[in-house]
C-alpha cells in the first residue's frame, strides 16, 4: 500500500496529523521541494499539504493541477491568492485549527476509509 504524503514542517504538528491516520502508512516531507520530487516518483491514495513551518504559496505550487491523487490543504493562513491557486487546482482547504470530527470526516472521505475515527 503506497504511503499518504503528508507535507509538515513542525514536529507537533506532525504528530497531531498523524495521530488522526490510524494504520495508514505516511510518509512526512518537510520542503515544498521535497514534496515536488516525491509527486514526480509515485502515487498517493491522499496528499496532505500543510503550511505548517511551509510556506503556504510555495506548498501549493507544488501540487499539480492535473494529478491522479487527493489533496487537502490544512492551512492557518489563507488570502485571496491562495484561495484562488486552490479553487484553480481543485485542492479543497481546510482552516486551521480543525475541529477533530471534521479532520476525520474529511479523511475518511479522501481516503474512502470508514475505520477512522470510529472507536
Known sequence: ???????????????FLLAFLGDWPIEVVGSPG??????????????IVTNFGVDPWQAI???????GFPVLFLTGHLDQRLAKDCAAKRIPVHRAPIDPQA?????????????LGRS
Open 34 to 47: 521535497e514534496l515536488r520530487e516525491r509527486l514526480k516518483q509515485g502515487s498517493f491514495p491522499l496528499v
Open 61 to 67: 505550487d507544488c501540487v499539480p493541477a492535473e494529478r
Open 1 to 15: 500500500m503506497n504511503p499518504v504524503l503528508v507535507l509538515v514542517n513542525d514536529r507537533n504538528c506532525e504528530a
Open 103 to 115: 479532520l476525520f470526516r474529511e479523511l475518511r472521505l479522501a481516503l474512502d476509509d470508514p475505520r
